[in-house]
């Protein structure tokens, strides 16, 4: 089963705090290990202004979109730059049908200067397993998995994205048992 360009949701059994109710964009999985960004964990407001302001990204974004996020608790000192797919530069890293994973400090100064992507998502770090890791914890009832179009992952409502994801797959997250089985 390969997991990119799904997203994980988080089970509400999660006992992580770093996970609990995420939901997870996967960028990159195979036999070495999965790599994923978090959309739906906000960074505080207060930093804001001045990571923006870090980047040089201090002037209008020629109505194009950034949304700032905790991707992950893996290299947390690093940004990724989740985004549609009207731009590509060499080391984007296209992954499914309108999304892009780019980590250069090229996109940032393409954002800065209002010509990066309609829109983006700016990862602070990332969620990542090693091989193996993350099917062990799928058959361990850990997280459930979907395949969704490019607006779930860009949607700028963050807060309900978790219960949005099961929504969609019909499905009461707090109807679910903590407790699983093998057939």
Known sequence: MDLT???LISMPSMLDERFHKTVIY????SEDGSMGIIINKQIDQDIYPDLLK???IDKPLNNN?????YGGPVEAGRGFVLHTDDVIQKGSLPINKGIV????AEIFDDIAKGKGPKVSILAIGYAGWEAGQIEHEIKQNSWMTLSVESSFVFNEQVTNK??????IMGIDPTCLSQF???A
Do not use: P, V
Request: hydrophobic letters at 35%; glycine letters at 8%.
């Open 5 to 7: 360009g799904q997203i």
């Open 26 to 29: 996967m960028c990159a999985h």
């Open 54 to 56: 870090q980047l040089n």
């Open 65 to 69: 979109k950034i949304f700032i996020r």
């Open 101 to 104: 994973l780019t980590s250069t």
């Open 162 to 167: 978790w219960n949005e994801a099961y929504r």
């Open 180 to 182: 699983s089985g093998n």
